[in-house]
């Protein structure tokens, strides 16, 4: 720990607080004070960095729609969008534009191309479910 | 977290007005920015930049700037792996450089946005890339 120090007083869990002692007693940590002071620094600093990653999307959120603006050919259809996703992230949409299409058609025009993609993923887990149901009745 | 990485052709294709690719080319980088989760990065490795003829100082490129488009620099170990890709396939210093990106990830996740798969595949062979032809 570096600079000046204060006092304060802080409730734990009392779980919490036998594990952190635990740790200390092994050698893992020094303190108690150590392992709080660590723990809210990490803490700040991933707040930091989420809050900066957010500014920086939405500035190029507000980019994306000035190229738009620009290249107004270039805009795509919220189905081009999701399917984009399915490549990215090899999802099983990918295999399913019908199914992005019935999704669209379902969930509207302004859906968030992530929420398209979540209901492919239901319909084809319901789907599986299904077959499966019914292998077993055979069965 | 995950990286992807556009290839010349895909900076072309960004800044070209009516290229039939651009749509597709946006329709990627509209689904990264969406992502309500993650951390992802697009980069543009500095070699592919060169290939490209992308100026960020120049007024054309004043709107692709924005589009949180990273810049990739090779260091001396990176270097020296692009160099290596180079030698090996007879590949341009920009695949190479996208190579030695793949080939440095670790746990990152990594997509490359190409107009040429094939060479893209050799000099990401035996990572885990993502190759996506645009």
Do not use: C
Not at chain 1, 58 to 81: D, F, G, K, S
Not at chain 2, 22 to 35: C, G, K, T, V
Not at chain 2, 71 to 98: K, Y
């Amino acid at each position: 720990m570096s600079g000046q120090t204060v006092a304060t007083s802080v409730r734990l869990p009392e779980e919490l607080q036998r594990a952190a002692r635990a740790a200390v007693e092994s050698g893992m940590a020094r303190s108690l004070t150590e392992l709080i002071v660590d723990g809210l620094r990490e803490r700040l600093v991933a707040l930091a960095t989420e809050k900066e990653q957010y500014t920086d999307k939405v500035a190029a959120r507000a980019a994306l729609e000035e190229y738009y603006e620009m290249y107004p050919e270039a805009r795509p259809t919220l189905a081009q969008v999701a399917m984009a996703g399915a490549e990215l992230d090899d999802h099983p949409a990918l295999h399913h534009p019908d199914l992005i299409d019935k999704a669209i058609a379902d969930l509207g025009e302004d859906a968030h191309p992530e929420d398209v993609l979540a209901w492919v993923k239901g319909v084809l887990a319901a789907r599986a479910s299904a077959s499966g149901s019914d292998e077993a009745a055979v069965a | 977290m995950a990286v992807t990485i556009l290839d010349a052709e895909a900076v072309h294709v960004l800044a070209t007005r009516w290229s039939n690719k651009q749509q597709r080319l946006a329709s990627l980088i509209d689904f990264d920015l969406a992502r309500r989760v993650g951390t992802d990065v697009a980069v543009v490795p500095s070699t592919v930049r060169v290939e490209a003829g992308w100026d960020r100082t120049a007024p054309r490129w004043a709107a692709i700037n924005r589009l949180g488009i990273g810049d990739h620099h090779l260091d001396r170990r990176s270097t020296d792996v692009a160099a290596r890709l180079r030698a090996e396939h007879g590949v341009s210093p920009a695949d190479a450089h996208i190579g030695a990106i793949a080939h440095g990830a670790g746990e990152d996740r990594v997509v490359v946005i190409t107009s040429d798969p094939d060479d893209i595949a050799t000099v990401t062979a035996g990572t885990t890339a993502r190759i996506i032809r645009l």
